[in-house]
């Protein structure tokens, strides 16, 4: 049996993982080594991807910097989600804040130390992001839309990490026919960005009391749920573009299924948001959002499951 101290440490370790939302760090993980495998190098093969070390590093530098964001975050919201999230809040507080901040700036510094190993464009890179997160927890959050849009883009900026990587990688005549691969991914990107800014605007729904109680004004607390609502509903619209790009003008392979099904579900969707006004319901719709988001991350494998068996040695291995 564990002693007191013992359990007291556990409890501590399990709340810091609960900060750093340590079980979304496998999905992060997952989602940028299949996007490089199956959208931004694919002609690589899954093996090459694999045992990329300095693609390695950026994932791994770009994990701990989720993960270091998620607590400084949590350090800023502290008194918020003691009204928005208190089961969640009470597991959070048996790490002290102080220790949180010092556990934030030593993922910070061993961040900067992995991405000075791949390049200084990656430490230049990394050094702009951390102080975005932060920049965004202390001051953007607070405000409506831009906080919103900041936290989307947010999101999405480690995969531009991973585009980065290839495009600095490739020679002159590779970057010109790798410019035609452009418009793909940026069509994936403006996809995952709606659902992250759709999710965000649920968020706020969903958080009404607690960012009231702290002076956030989000678009709910200024203009209304009504008019919240009604952006929630243009964006969800506006998700029709790139899964058009994607599935009419691009080949997607078999993952045109999953655009397709979003799309239904995002229908049935928008038919409860406007039935919906306790903070129940706009959790039900956070949690089909977030779905739809991890889905997405497994059917990427769908675009073109043969890359799989590209390699000769993975063949080998299997």
Request: net charge positive.
């Amino acid at each position: 049996m564990f002693s007191r101290k013992q359990k007291l440490l556990l409890m501590k370790i399990i709340s810091l993982f609960s900060v750093a939302r340590g079980y979304n760090i496998p999905v992060i993980i997952l989602a940028q080594y299949l996007s490089a495998i199956f959208i931004l190098s694919p002609e690589k093969g899954t093996l090459a991807n694999l045992l990329d070390l300095n693609l390695f590093l950026l994932v791994l530098a770009s994990s701990i910097t989720i993960a270091s964001g998620y607590i400084i975050n949590n350090f800023y919201d502290s008194q918020k989600d003691l009204i928005n999230r208190p089961n969640k809040s009470m597991l959070d507080r048996l790490v002290s804040q102080k220790t949180k901040l010092s556990v934030y700036f030593t993922l910070n510094f061993i961040v900067a130390f992995i991405a000075l190993i791949v390049s200084w464009r990656a430490l230049f890179f990394f050094s702009s992001y951390i102080f975005l997160i932060w920049f965004y927890s202390h001051k953007i959050k607070k405000y409506p839309l831009i906080g919103n849009l900041t936290a989307a883009v947010l999101a999405v900026i480690p995969f531009f990490a991973i585009l980065l990587h290839y495009y600095f990688n490739l020679s002159f005549e590779e970057i010109e026919s790798y410019k035609s691969n452009l418009a793909v991914i940026f069509a994936h990107a403006s996809f995952l960005f709606l659902l992250l800014l759709i999710r965000e605007m649920i968020k706020d729904l969903e958080n009404i009391k607690g960012d009231l109680a702290n002076n956030y004004k989000t678009i709910p607390i200024i203009y209304g749920e009504t008019t919240s609502k009604k952006a929630i509903s243009l964006l969800t619209f506006l998700t029709i573009i790139p899964v058009y790009i994607l599935v009419d003008i691009y080949d997607v392979g078999a993952m045109e299924i999953y655009f397709y099904a979003c799309l239904i579900i995002l229908l049935f969707f928008l038919l409860y948001l406007w039935k919906s006004e306790r903070k129940g319901q706009y959790l039900l719709l956070h949690n089909v959002l977030k779905f739809l988001i991890v889905a997405g991350v497994f059917c990427i494998v769908l675009i073109n499951p043969t890359v799989l068996l590209n390699s000769k040695k993975l063949l080998h291995l299997l």
